[in-house]
């Protein structure tokens, strides 16, 4: 099996299937798993906004009100579920960044990428086990390779 995220901003891959990648990490993965975060930290009402988001820079703009929020639910959600909402919100504002499609550096976009959706997995285990974290980037990491190399194919 070839590793395809090894070839990410190598000059190998179309440019067509660099953006189709960077688009699936931010909606499909990235997205949803910040989601779930502020879902389990209380934030419903944020979660919801960034799911009904249809704008990387209104995802953004959600996001960056969440901080704020974030930081005055310290006593409902306690340390841990702060610092990974933070940490989270963090991560996907660096995500945004680096899927700017004038500076697209799609294996930052990998990268930070996985980073949420491992926040997630130590949020869905309720920030009690944070193996749970490294288990779901490295899920993370093996469904953006099964993604990349279905792009290939399809564009091949």
């Given at each position: 099996?070839?590793?395809?995220?090894?070839?990410?901003?190598?000059?190998?891959?179309?440019?067509?299937?660099?953006?189709?990648?960077?688009?699936?990490?931010?909606?499909e993965?990235?997205?949803?798993?910040?989601?779930?975060?502020?879902?389990?930290?209380?934030?419903?009402?944020?979660?919801?906004?960034?799911?009904?988001?249809?704008?990387?820079?209104?995802?953004?703009?959600?996001?960056?009100t969440?901080?704020?929020?974030i930081?005055?639910?310290?006593?409902?959600?306690?340390?841990?579920?702060?610092?990974?909402?933070?940490?989270?919100?963090?991560?996907?504002?660096?995500?945004?960044?680096?899927?700017?499609?004038?500076?697209?550096?799609?294996?930052?976009?990998?990268?930070?990428?996985?980073?949420?959706?491992?926040?997630?997995?130590?949020?869905?285990?309720?920030?009690?086990?944070?193996?749970?974290?490294?288990?779901?980037?490295e899920?993370a990491?093996?469904?953006?390779?099964?993604?990349?190399?279905?792009?290939?194919?399809?564009?091949?």
């Amino acid at each position: 099996m070839t590793d395809w995220l090894s070839q990410l901003d190598k000059d190998t891959l179309p440019q067509i299937v660099l953006e189709m990648f960077t688009h699936w990490c931010v909606w499909e993965q990235a997205r949803p798993a910040l989601v779930t975060v502020l879902q389990q930290v209380q934030l419903e009402d944020i979660a919801n906004q960034i799911e009904r988001a249809t704008d990387l820079r209104q995802v953004v703009q959600i996001v960056e009100t969440a901080n704020q929020q974030i930081k005055a639910l310290r006593t409902k959600t306690g340390v841990l579920g702060i610092s990974a909402a933070e940490a989270a919100t963090f991560e996907f504002v660096n995500l945004f960044d680096t899927a700017d499609e004038k500076n697209l550096d799609t294996e930052a976009v990998s990268f930070f990428a996985a980073r949420v959706c491992g926040w997630a997995g130590w949020a869905r285990s309720g920030f009690t086990d944070a193996t749970q974290k490294t288990q779901a980037e490295e899920k993370a990491r093996q469904d953006q390779e099964a993604y990349l190399a279905k792009l290939v194919v399809d564009q091949s």
